[in-house]
Nanobody, 120 residues
Framework: QVQLVESGGGLVQAGGSLRLSCAAS????????MGWYRQAPGKQRELVAT???????NYADSVKGRFTIVRINAKNTVYLQMNSLKPEDTGVYYC??????????????WGQGTQVTVSS
């Protein structure tokens, strides 16, 4: 059984910062990709940032220059440092991992989500 546990969400004023954390645990052989998605009320879930096991990162255009994703492979952990937050960053942030857990093909796992609210 694999679990992704997130922490670090909350309420912050526009221009402020938050750091999200996500730790993967359980029967994990290897993790190919980790990242963050978010879902605002009434909108579809969208990619925020991802990072490969080799450290290659990818960001949504809307967060480039403001958010930084960092991964600690030895701890199966990924962080999202969010700076210069805007009200439009408000939403539920979900941790994502594409990993091998005893299966031939990698599978996708999601965290339970953590709320980020940015007030204007």
């Amino acid at each position: 059984q694999v679990q992704l546990v997130e922490s670090g969400g909350g309420l912050v004023q526009a221009g402020g910062s938050l750091r999200l954390s996500c730790a993967a645990s359980g029967s994990i052989f290897s993790i190919n990709l980790m990242g963050w998605y978010r879902q605002a009320p009434g909108k579809q879930r969208e990619l925020v940032a991802t990072i490969t096991d080799g450290g290659t990162s990818n960001y949504a255009d809307s967060v480039k220059g403001r958010f930084t994703i960092v991964r600690i492979n030895a701890k199966n952990t990924v962080y999202l440092q969010m700076n210069s937050l805007k009200p439009e960053d408000t939403g539920v942030y979900y941790c994502y991992a594409n990993l091998h857990s005893g299966t031939y093909y990698p599978e996708a796992y999601w965290g339970q989500g953590t709320q980020v609210t940015v007030s204007s």
